[in-house]
């Protein structure tokens, strides 16, 4: 069932987890996830930033496909999946290991010999992941990808209200509204800015607010150090 929300936003059911929020920024990528026979040779490569939920629709594919989920960190160590779908998570950070691009190239030609489908997830596109290996730098940029972009309104205001919620922290929607407008346009930076908002409201007791806030950002809307 989905939780109701402060904000009238679309919402993705994430199979038992937390809601997925579908917006122009997102919308592109989710809906190629949702078609994985129309990916070119069964295999797709997820990029964008840390925290854009790569990993949550991930699981969510994992969890329709029944798919494997090996981490980069674990490559070298993983055996050939037996399972018709694979996902490998930031696997462009098994860059410049040789063990592990070894292994990623292994799996990758396994899992397309095979007819299976594959779902690589990552930061950055992978020409910029300084790969050694080049039948799998080859491999990796003719993968079919899809792109998170930054988050929009909708979006951010979302991701604010869960971050919230997961510090079972209640705030006003028109205190989300005003944060949207005032921080900077990141992940990384709504992560950072609950997280002060949460400590400096513990530490000095005081309610979180637009005045409790403007304490804590810079003039490049994120947290001063």
């Avoid at 930033?49 to 980069?72: C, D, N, S, W, Y």
């Avoid at 098994?94 to 997830?121: K, Q, V």
């Avoid at 992940?187 to 979180?208: G, M, S």
């Amino acid at each position: 069932m989905v939780a109701q929300l402060t904000f009238d936003l679309p919402v993705r059911p994430a199979l038992g987890r937390e809601d997925f929020f579908v917006s122009p920024a997102n919308a592109l990528a989710v809906a190629t996830l949702d078609q994985p026979d129309l990916w070119p040779n069964g295999k797709l490569l997820l990029i964008g930033p840390e925290g854009a939920g790569k990993t949550h629709l991930a699981m969510v594919f994992a969890a329709r496909t029944r798919a494997q989920v090996i981490e980069a960190d674990d490559l070298a160590a993983a055996d050939l999946p037996e399972a018709a779908a694979l996902v490998i998570e930031n696997a462009d950070t098994a860059a410049g290991d040789p063990d592990a691009e070894t292994a990623l190239f292994h799996l990758h030609n396994h899992m397309t010999g095979r007819g299976g489908l594959l779902l690589l997830t990552a930061t950055r596109a992978p020409r910029d992941w300084g790969l050694t290996l080049p039948d799998l730098q080859s491999r990796m940029e003719a993968t079919a990808t899809a792109t998170l972009l930054p988050p929009d309104d909708a979006l951010l205001g979302a991701v604010l209200v869960k971050l919230f919620a997961d510090r079972q922290l209640q705030v006003a929607p028109g205190f989300i509204r005003w944060l949207v407008r005032r921080i900077d346009r990141s992940f990384a930076t709504a992560r950072a800015v609950v997280a002060a908002l949460d400590a400096e409201a513990l530490a000095t007791k005081r309610p979180i607010n637009s005045t409790l806030a403007a304490g804590l950002l810079d003039s490049d809307g994120k947290v001063a150090p």
